[in-house]
């Protein structure tokens, strides 16, 4: 898998770089916007491009709105140290496909890229106002669906092989449904969804 990085802090880049890299990720490095823009367009195309909010030639989300425009469709993802409130929504709005605090550890941040690379969008959940919404608003479609499998007591395996997803991105999702609905495990989380009358 592809990815380019266009941060122009040097230490959290290469730091980064080194940990995908040693995952098997094949990783390209750029340190402003017009670097990003122009990698963008060479060949062969990224996977997943991770864009720092505020390195240089950014402007905010004038910067989210080109990058998502130059990609033709390809997933970006936008990592932040201190985002302004809603700009985890508002990037999202904008064609982003995620957005990443600059403070989650770093296997955090590889789940995160094979989430958004499988086509899902990720916001970290305390970033999220889920507090009072009925259980089937705080999930997403593809959440619900996993949970449904959950609650005809499959496996991920078998929820995998009958969403057409891989193994990992069922996991990642039993990990987010689970947190979303304060569950100690995949048991509890169907648990609640039944007396919810979810299923």
């Given at each position: 898998?592809?990815?380019?990085?266009?941060?122009?802090?040097?230490?959290?880049?290469?730091?980064?770089?080194?940990?995908?890299?040693?995952?098997?990720?094949?990783v390209s490095v750029v340190s402003d916007l017009p670097g990003a823009l122009a990698a963008i367009e060479a060949e062969p195309a990224h996977d997943v491009v991770l864009l720092d909010f505020a390195m240089p030639g950014m402007n905010g989300f004038a910067g989210v709105e080109a990058a998502v425009?130059?990609?033709?469709?390809?997933?970006?993802?936008?990592?932040?140290?201190?985002?302004?409130?809603?700009?985890?929504?508002?990037?999202?709005a904008?064609?982003?496909?995620?957005?990443?605090?600059?403070?989650?550890?770093?296997?955090?941040?590889?789940?995160?890229?094979?989430?958004?690379?499988?086509?899902?969008?990720?916001?970290?959940?305390?970033?999220?106002?889920?507090?009072?919404?009925?259980?089937?608003?705080?999930?997403?479609?593809?959440?619900?669906q996993v949970l449904e499998g959950l609650c005809r007591g499959r496996s991920n395996k078998e929820i995998a092989r009958e969403l057409a997803l891989s193994e990992p991105t069922i996991k990642l999702h039993v990990k987010l449904v689970c947190r979303k609905l304060q569950a100690r495990n995949r048991t509890h989380a169907a648990m609640l969804a039944k007396e919810a009358g979810f299923c």
């Open positions: 898998m592809r990815i380019l990085i266009a941060d122009d802090h040097d230490l959290l880049r290469d730091v980064l770089r080194t940990y995908l890299e040693a995952e098997g990720f094949d425009a130059a990609t033709g469709g390809r997933p970006v993802a936008i990592m932040s140290g201190a985002a302004p409130p809603g700009a985890a929504e508002r990037a999202l904008l064609g982003a496909s995620g957005f990443l605090p600059k403070t989650m550890p770093a296997r955090s941040v590889v789940n995160a890229i094979r989430f958004i690379a499988s086509g899902e969008r990720y916001i970290p959940l305390d970033m999220r106002g889920t507090e009072g919404t009925a259980l089937a608003d705080r999930l997403t479609a593809r959440e619900r």
